[in-house]
């Protein structure tokens, strides 16, 4: 989800609702698992608008973004091109991210933005806990 006010969101869901963030990155994302193997993302708005910079999406952008993390990029470029074919609208396509893993953007019909994601440093254990980390710990490779 991205918010206007990342510092403001932080604190509510820290302090206010009592939550533990997974990851913590100042000014630009913050991660909380809310569930087995569900995390919410509230990402810096200004962060998220220049990631999607050029794109037919500019203009579309809400507050909320659903992503999809698949095992391997060529899932990414497999899943994208099936959301589009049964509809959706490609908004970003695949290529490799900032953060070192692979994804791509797709619209739902109703306009829902959902990016479609290889991060090499995800994985889901057999409690449903979220583990983050960089490759090499246990994390899978691309």
């Given at each position: 989800?991205?918010?206007?006010?990342?510092?403001?969101a932080?604190?509510?869901?820290?302090?206010?609702?009592?939550?533990?963030a997974?990851?913590?990155?100042?000014?630009?994302?913050?991660?909380f698992q809310v569930g087995p193997g569900l995390v919410?993302?509230?990402?810096e708005?200004?962060?998220?608008?220049a990631d999607m910079?050029?794109?037919?999406?500019?203009?579309?952008?809400?507050?909320?973004?659903?992503?999809?993390?698949v095992p391997a990029p060529a899932d990414v470029d497999a899943a994208v091109r099936r959301a589009v074919e049964a509809g959706g609208t490609l908004v970003k396509p695949p290529q490799r991210a900032d953060f070192g893993g692979y994804h791509g953007h797709v619209a739902d019909p109703n306009g829902v933005i959902w990016e479609i994601c290889h991060n090499?440093?995800?994985?889901?254990d057999e409690t449903g806990g979220v583990r983050?980390?960089?490759?090499g710990e246990g994390r899978p490779q691309d």
């Open positions: 989800m991205s918010t206007p006010d990342l510092d403001a932080r604190a509510f869901y820290r302090e206010g609702l009592g939550w533990t997974l990851l913590d990155v100042p000014g630009e994302i913050v991660f919410l993302g509230l990402f708005q200004a962060q998220f608008v910079r050029g794109t037919p999406a500019e203009g579309r952008l809400g507050g909320l973004t659903l992503s999809h993390n090499p440093g995800w994985r889901v983050l980390g960089p490759v």
